[in-house]
């Protein structure tokens, strides 16, 4: 069984930065994409970015282009989600979760693909004041 685990959310100011980790294991990694899906209580679960780890290409939400980067550890179990420039509609919970259907990469920040993910990490809030 795939476990995720996610760190580094919290409180900023809109314009600040915050730095989400996820950890993970349980699973043959080349064979996955792991990244982040968002939630705002009332609406449903969006993709916002992923890595391949396989090739490490990645994937972006077009609302988080330019502002949020996702990357891998070379080579180990930990992705990052550097997000600058935050905004008060970025406030959610952010989800970290691994999917053994990785291409292509921009299935992630479609409007359903959340349904069949693999793996879900419990979840970090992330809350930027105005």
């Known amino acids: 069984e795939g476990l995720l685990v996610e760190s580094g959310g919290g409180l900023v100011q809109a314009g600040g930065s915050l730095k989400l980790s996820c950890t993970f294991s349980g699973f043959r990694f080349s064979e996955y994409a792991v990244g982040w899906f968002r939630q705002v209580p009332g609406k449903e679960r969006e993709g916002i970015s992923c890595i391949s780890l396989f090739d490490d290409s990645t994937v972006y939400e077009d609302s988080v282009k330019g502002r949020f980067t996702i990357s891998r550890d070379s080579g180990k179990n930990t992705v990052h989600l550097q997000m600058n420039n935050l905004k008060p509609e970025d406030t959610a919970v952010y989800y970290c979760?691994?999917?053994?259907?990785?291409?292509?990469?921009?299935?992630?920040?479609?409007?359903?693909?959340?349904?069949?993910?693999?793996?879900w990490g419990k979840g970090t809030l992330v809350n930027v004041s105005s």
């Open positions: 979760a691994a999917d053994q259907r990785p291409y292509p990469l921009r299935q992630w920040v479609s409007k359903t693909f959340h349904v069949g993910v693999n793996f």
